[in-house]
């Protein structure tokens, strides 16, 4: 992959190539995010934008009823800076995916204004990496998640409105937990090899044609 990175930097600016790298610098997989069944363009694309800005890097995707729909004016291009993984090789996903992260080390972190437990500014970020777990627009998260769970979170209200819009509610907890993660000891920073690996990413999507560049290029080196 290095011989590859090399030759796409080339096609580049230095500016871009430096704002890459800043960017990187920034970028975690200790807090993860799980849509669960979106059905809305416009919740869907402000999500992403969001963990975009937060440096949120892996958006796990959950279709079982919904198709999950990007409305590109909103989201800004985020998409293509963020790794989606998707979910839908059958009627119901939800459970191989908090099987797939529980293996990967996170701990199940469902979002529920209804459910009595953590509130934001007292959840505990040493204890592990975190998979936030949101639901559906109007059902909100479903059994699955709150029968596997490891833990619920809730953000303080005090009107009569009974939830925050789905976007809403993403922002305000990433901006929270990652403001917070920053300022801890904890090793929330990709190793070297991810930042490689998403560098080499972002330098594809970047440059046009790159797939003949490489092509062409690494023969002629070979």
Not at 48 to 72: A, F, T
Not at 104 to 128: N, W
Not at 144 to 161: C, H, P, Q, R, S
Request: proline share 1%; hydrophobic share 35%; glycine share 4%.
């Amino acid at each position: 992959m290095n011989k590859e990175i090399e030759i796409l930097k080339k096609f580049v600016t230095e500016q871009r190539l430096e704002r890459f790298y800043e960017v990187l610098e920034y970028r975690t997989r200790y807090i993860t995010v799980v849509l669960e069944d979106l059905y809305q363009p416009h919740n869907a694309s402000a999500v992403l934008r969001s963990c975009d800005i937060m440096g949120i890097q892996d958006v796990h995707i959950i279709e079982n009823e919904n198709k999950y729909v990007v409305n590109k004016e909103i989201a800004v291009g985020a998409s293509q800076w963020l790794t989606l993984k998707n979910y839908n090789n059958k009627q119901n996903n939800t459970l191989d995916t908090i099987k797939e992260l529980k293996k990967q080390g996170y701990r199940i972190v469902a979002t529920s204004p209804h459910r009595d437990d953590v509130e934001l500014k007292e959840f505990d970020l040493s204890k592990g990496k975190v998979a936030l777990v949101f639901g559906s627009e109007k059902p909100g998260i479903s059994d699955i998640v709150i029968e596997n769970a490891d833990e619920f979170l809730k953000i303080d209200m005090y009107g009569f409105t009974e939830s925050f819009n789905i976007s809403v509610s993403v922002a305000l907890i990433i901006n929270n937990l990652v403001e917070r993660l920053h300022h801890t000891d904890i090793n929330w920073k990709l190793t070297e090899g991810e930042k490689k690996e998403i560098l080499f990413t972002w330098l594809k999507k970047s440059v046009k044609d790159s797939n003949n560049i490489l092509k062409k290029l690494l023969k002629k080196t070979s």
